[in-house]
């Protein structure tokens, strides 16, 4: 197997290319790097910085590189022994003129040999069936009217023309255009015209497309004649000229041309989550499934990937049956991981043929540990307070859920509940008995109430867990919708009776509206949670974070070990996340956010002072002014490092920034569609206002900082420590080696300084000294300490690789004065054995001792050992070794900083 060590992520576009890749290999095989992870790398829209936009599944983004830099990169990374693992987009490509697949179908409509490729609802009553090209700032005749939409001759073809976008003409409108002068047509242009009539005969996709390329190249032929060329441009300028032509132009296409917004309420092809210009592939298809890996199966197959990433899994059809065909064409030393978001409870099927999931699981693990569960209380009493209300995470999911069903996905919904109509699962009688409304309403609800990004179940009758999952769905709509009722009970004999007895036919035909309503689960979880609730359920924002949830607050030490036996069981080479592309906040931003759980009722009286220091009356509101505290206590730049010559001088900027995106995705008072400026502006400025450091706020704001990211930084370092020896595998997000305290993205995405990097980690290395710790602490906020020890514990578990995949995890007992703020450990492979200790909570304890971080005295706290481990000890992380009967000390352990990486050796 390919598996990794570790892995790093990089995040290619036009300005991070191969070549700037290139330079920095030097540098990761130093840090310990050992497989690099890539964002996606074929041809995306032009200037896109994230590569999830593919147009073209068969080339290297050009902006980024070629396949002849790609195999030069792979031979370096090969001879340092490192791999590569690829994010692969299999659910949708960019709607774009540069989409050639999708420009083919525009083109010729179901004639294309493309149709079959893209899911689109061919049979809509939406516009007769014609694609929606939902991208006009205006109605198509107002846009018209206005001369934004000409018709012009581009590259062997006409297309009409809207701001800097062009889209293909079907050949039936060449006529159109070319007949606008029949007195002056040359009979070159009639006996094309006259082919052109023929061609509508053809019906035969492949002959019709070798067709439509004869008739385009004879016109081009005809073009290099100057009166030939005069005549078109004259027929050309007479279209322009003329609405009604360029009307009925529009009208002739297999597409239609539309308002941007009308897809709030009706659509008739599947998109990504409620992006208009992402539009979805049938990958279930075989023959598409083929097309859309071939070019990822030869780069396999060429030894330059080693592993693959599944984006957004949850998008596809059948993810069980596709995981399935990807191992198969991958073959068995791929590693394969999928980006999956698990809701509490949920667990990655067992049955995928994968090595795991990308780490949003294991980083809420992490961040919950971190969260003071005896804080809750605390932290929800001040939040109701706050707000003057008494709201539920849970009420406040299902309503922003129905915000994005109802008044952003509305065509969706349509489009299911025609879907069950016309699959005809319902007797007449019984359909008759329910208004259609009322029946729409059912579905919607059940979209709604799913309490996962979805189920996988891909045969009917269900299997038993998950039928009773949906009818648990099921009558808990009941209960609040009573008046659901019949439309519920359709629905359940639908999903689940019918079933029991039904022929294979009336089960396919269930099964297919049941994966189809699961794949619309997915995406209205992710906007009514990650893009909405968590900007605006504000009790504590730690949680408001991709693969962890508001309602979660806090994990204790028992659950967490179970949770990490359970991953070494089942998981063991999935990632450890901390920080991704599509986090919220940055690792080191919720490091200090916990640290606020440590002192709950010192923050809370803090922010009490704040507000009155701060009184406004307009906007901010409360809700989004505690907002703002939290970001600026997490996101705020280390102390000593807010000068015009550090990288976050620009905060002010990020900020505001920042804060209008968290405005919008809230859409509370603004929204990215109706941005209310006032508001956005007037809550900006408040934000502005509390940087200023003259200001009685700054004083108490500083002071306050200070603390809490002394103690940050040894969340943070701990969960280095955790990340690099939990069951999983350590990945390091681009930059992270260094603070992260980036905000979402395009915040997440900035350029990252590795020249100052490579620089740091050289000087460390260079050094030689095995006592870099005291000094490293005293100038923690370069980011130093962080980059060395992810140096050294990377390095560690390159010499100790196995036991990091395949050792046990045992949780160990701590005793004494402190028992409850230390977390322990061993790994534990064949004769090897591993020791991890870490604080927790340590704020409150520093607050008792009133003691700072390095003076902690932990009295008599000590780790008990297994009965079979070895007793002496070599610490991996300083110059120290010790020798006891089955217990350490933890003072012996935490003598400089409070972690521990110590090897046990026998005596």
Same mark, same amino acid.
């Given at each position: ?30 840090? %310990? ?40 990169? !792979? ?95 079907? *050949? ?9 002068? $029949? ?15 023929? &061609? ?131 073959? +068995? ?16 099927? +067992? ?38 209300? =008494? ?9 922003? =859920? ?27 009688? #019984? ?8 029946? =729409? ?12 990004? #979805? ?32 439309? /519920? ?13 039904? !022929? ?49 607050? %806090? ?37 200090? *956010? ?72 809230? $859409? ?21 206002? *509390? ?38 595998? +350590? ?18 995405? #900035? ?37 060395? &020890? ?48 870490? +604080?927790?909570? /340590?704020? !409150? ?10 003076? &902690? ?35 012996? /352990? ?8 110590? =090897?046990?050796?026998?005596?």
């Amino acid at each position: 197997m390919n598996n990794p060590i570790s892995t790093y992520r990089i995040q290619f576009h036009k300005n991070f290319t191969f070549l700037d890749f290139e330079h920095l290999i030097p540098y990761l095989d130093k840090l %310990g790097i050992k497989t690099v992870y890539a964002s996606p790398i074929f041809e995306a829209v032009p200037g896109s910085i994230h590569g999830y936009d593919t147009v073209n599944l068969h080339r290297i983004n050009p902006e980024i590189g070629t396949e002849e830099q790609l195999q030069t990169i !792979s031979r370096q990374l090969t001879k340092r022994g490192i791999n590569w693992l690829q994010d692969i987009v299999p659910n949708h490509m960019a709607f774009h003129p540069d989409n050639a697949w999708l420009m083919d179908v525009l083109e010729k409509g179901q004639r294309s040999l493309y149709a079959p490729f893209f899911d689109i609802d061919w049979t809509s009553p939406v516009y007769q069936g014609r694609l929606m090209v939902p991208f006009l700032g205006d109605s198509l005749p107002e846009v018209i009217a206005q001369g934004e939409l000409t018709v012009a001759y581009q590259n062997k073809r006409f297309v009409l023309v809207n701001q800097e976008s062009a889209y293909p003409l079907h *050949l039936r409108s060449y006529a159109t255009v070319l007949q606008t002068d $029949k007195a002056k047509m040359p009979e070159s242009i009639q006996a094309l015209i006259r082919q052109l009539d023929e &061609l509508e005969t053809t019906a035969d996709a492949k002959n019709y497309t070798t067709c439509c390329t004869e008739l385009q190249d004879k016109l081009a032929h005809l073009l290099q004649n100057l009166a030939t060329d005069t005549y078109l441009k004259s027929c050309l300028k007479a279209v322009n000229a003329s609405p009604t032509l360029r009307q009925q132009i529009a009208d002739q296409q297999a597409y239609r041309l539309c308002y941007y917004s009308e897809t709030d309420y009706q659509i008739n092809y599947r998109r990504f989550f409620t992006v208009n210009n992402l539009i979805c592939l049938n990958s279930q298809d075989p023959v598409v499934f083929e097309q859309v890996h071939r070019y990822t199966k030869k780069l396999l197959e060429a030894g330059v990937f080693q592993g693959l990433r599944v984006d957004h899994v949850d998008g596809l059809y059948n993810p069980t049956d596709y995981l399935d065909r990807l191992r198969e064409l991958a073959g +068995p030393a791929a590693y394969i991981i999928v980006e999956k978001i698990l809701e509490q409870g949920e667990e990655l099927p +067992p049955y995928w043929p994968i090595q795991g999931a990308t780490g949003y699981q294991y980083l809420s693990l992490l961040n919950n540990l971190l969260t003071q569960t005896r804080s809750q209380k605390v932290f929800t009493r001040f939040y109701h307070e706050l707000l003057g209300e =008494k709201t539920t995470v849970h009420g406040e999911l299902r309503d922003k =859920k129905a915000i994005i069903l109802y008044e952003h996905m509305g065509g969706e919904l349509d489009n299911l509940h025609q879907l069950l109509l016309d699959l005809n699962l319902i007797e007449a009688g #019984r359909l008759e008995t329910v208004q259609p409304e009322t029946l =729409k309403t059912a579905i919607g609800e059940f979209l709604i109430q799913c309490p996962v990004y #979805r189920f996988y179940g891909n045969h009917v009758p269900l299997n038993e867990r998950e039928a009773e999952a949906i009818q648990e769905i099921l009558d808990q709509i009941q209960i609040s919708n009573p008046e659901l009722t019949e439309a /519920l009970d359709l629905l359940e004999d639908v999903l689940l009776t019918s079933p029991l007895a039904g !022929s294979q036919n009336d089960n396919d035909r269930a099964l297919r509206f049941y994966q189809r309503c699961m794949q619309f689960t997915g995406p209205l979880m992710a906007k009514g949670v990650e893009d909405t609730l968590m900007y605006t359920y504000n009790r504590f924002i730690g949680h408001d974070e991709v693969g962890d949830s508001p309602e979660y607050f %806090g994990l204790t030490t028992d659950e967490f070990h179970q949770k990490m036996m359970d991953r070494e069981a089942n998981w063991p080479l999935a990632l450890n996340a901390t920080s991704t592309h599509d986090t919220k906040r940055g690792e080191d931003v919720r490091s200090r *956010l916990n640290v606020l759980t440590d002192l709950a009722d010192e923050w809370v009286e803090e922010v009490r002072i704040w507000q009155q220091l701060n009184q406004t009356n307009e906007a901010p509101d409360r809700n989004d002014e505690y907002f703002i505290y939290q970001t600026l206590i997490g996101a705020y730049p280390m102390p000593g490092m807010d000068s015009p010559d550090q990288e976050d001088a620009d905060f002010a900027d990020r900020l505001t920034a920042y804060l209008q995106k968290a405005l919008r995705e809230a $859409k509370r008072y603004s929204s990215h569609t109706k941005p209310n400026e006032v508001y956005e502006e007037t809550t900006k400025a408040f934000a502005i206002n *509390l940087l200023d450091q003259k200001r009685p706020f700054w004083k108490r704001f500083a002071t306050f900082h200070q603390r809490i990211a002394d103690f940050g930084i040894i969340n943070s370092l701990a969960q280095v420590v955790l990340k690099c020896t939990c069951p999983g595998l +350590p990945d390091v997000y681009q930059g992270s080696e260094f603070w992260d305290l980036s905000l979402v993205d395009p915040d997440n995405r #900035r350029p990252v300084d590795y020249k100052q990097r490579q620089q740091r980690l050289g000087e460390l290395v260079a050094s030689g000294s095995d006592d870099l710790w005291p000094e490293l602490w005293q100038n923690r906020y370069d980011a130093r300490i962080k980059l060395w &020890l992810l140096h050294i514990l990377l390095t560690e578990r390159n010499r100790h690789s196995e036991l990091f995949a395949n050792g046990r995890y045992i949780p160990l007992l701590a005793e004494g004065a402190y028992k409850q703020h230390v977390l322990a450990f061993a790994r534990q492979h064949e004769q090897m054995w591993y020791v991890v200790a870490v +604080p927790l909570d /340590l704020a !409150s304890v520093c607050s008792d001792q009133q003691t700072d971080i390095v003076s &902690l005295d932990w009295k008599d706290t000590r780790l008990i050992l297994p009965d079979d481990a070895p007793v002496r000890w070599n610490h991996r992380l300083i110059k120290a070794r010790g020798e006891g009967a089955k217990d350490i000390a933890v003072r012996a /352990l935490f003598p400089v900083l409070p972690l521990a990486v110590v =090897k046990l050796e026998k005596a």
